[in-house]
């Protein structure tokens, strides 16, 4: 199951993929990471998706990365007397904590955090952000509005809140359960909602003790005042681009993905673009020429992984989607452009031995022609660096840890291979050389780059650089 392509690309499961020859047709297609969606579906209904996908593992012979993404906090309004109201332009709406039936003059909003964090001339967005309403006055426990864009509001939709920063952990009870849960499993990846502040994303790092990588989902315009901290503090960004774009002008938004994949790369942090990638595939069996060069510029900026969120959960096209996806990024990361763009935002290497030793095997390995460029890593870290330094060849992440082997699945040009412990030189040389032959990336006569550290298997010592030959 070799790539042909750096970037990977991330397949939501759903209602239109819950069988394992449904997932088997993802994989094959180019699918390197399954997201299980936590907004939707049971507990049993994740753990049945969570047994296929490790079933792929022993089907294919290769590790398979499983994406949780958890809900976060949800603000909605809550039910009408006759299920829905319409709000017009310039009317007065009333939100309050009165659990009683809404009306066209009120509705019920149980959320206190949201008034706590209301003032006068703000605003309120509803049902993602197709009504919006202008605070007029506030208090702890009500807000009188102005409807400044109006529509059908219906019985719990969303609410969205742009101008403030909400008392509120991202993680609620329900996610503290379905966290419990799939850490159990054995999850890769945890994707966190509703980040605002660096100490969002502590708590769950906190919680999660490196059961699994954290990837911070930037969803929220608050995040932004905090981006670098958010980003040393994760081990992945989402750019989530879906309540992204509720909350920020349409306008802002393109800016905002281009400054989050530009900092991620300079910390050496993978990078996912996300939502409406392909909407139009949903329904008909081509993307719009829109949505190509949308796939196609998240590639040109450099970014870890781009995802399919309904396109492959309840599509009809699920299979046809992820194919056109692989075929998009192996278009872009074949045009000289990107090539070039690659050399020029090549980042400085930080002053530490793994970053050295990073820069050095891209550096061999352009110099020489090498095959590839084969990493040595218990923990991934030095995977992860190399991934930085976007070299030309292939990356063959090794590490004897299955679980770390997963986690890499994700990151930019790695090709992840559990193996071995090694004891000695020759025998690291030797296991770079099967596997890397192995796996199709060298045949006799090609020059290999190997990276490692001494002592074997100690994690953050990246020390040595060896440049082999396959006899």
Known sequence: MKR????????TLGPA??????????????????????????HDDHRKSYDKIRSLEKKYGRPVCI????QGPKLRVGNFHVGKVTLKVGQKFRLDMDKNFGTERRAPLLHPEVFAALKPNTYLLMDDGKIRVRIIECGKDFANTEVIAGGILSNNKGVNVPDAVLDVSPLTEKDLSD??????????????????????????VKLIDGRAFVMSKLEKPQAMDHLDEIVQLSDAVMVARGDLGVECPPEEVPSHQKRISRVCREAGKPVIVATQMLESMITVPTPTRAEASDVATAIYDGVDAVMLSAETAVGEYAPEAVAMMDRIIRYAEQDLHYQQNRMDERRVPEATDADAISAAARQVSLTISAASVIIFSLAGSTTLRTA??????PIIGLTSRLDIARRMALVWGVHSVQTEDCQSFREMVDTALRVAC??????????????AGVPFGTPGATNILRIAKVE
Not at 67 to 70: A, E, H, V
């Open 17 to 42: 993929s819950s069988s394992i020859e449904a997932i088997c047709a993802l994989f094959e297609n180019g699918a390197d990471v399954f997201r299980l969606n936590f907004s939707h579906g049971s």
């Open 67 to 70: 994406l949780l993404d958890l």
């Open 388 to 393: 930085r330094e976007r070299p030309t060849v």
């Open 4 to 11: 042909l392509r750096n970037a990977k690309i991330i397949a």
């Open 179 to 204: 966290l419990n849960f799939g850490l159990q499993l054995g999850v890769d990846w945890v994707a966190l909602s509703f980040v605002q502040r660096p100490s969002d994303v502590a708590e769950a």
């Open 438 to 451: 192995d796996e199709g990336f060298a045949s006799t006569g090609d020059s290999v780059v190997i990276t």
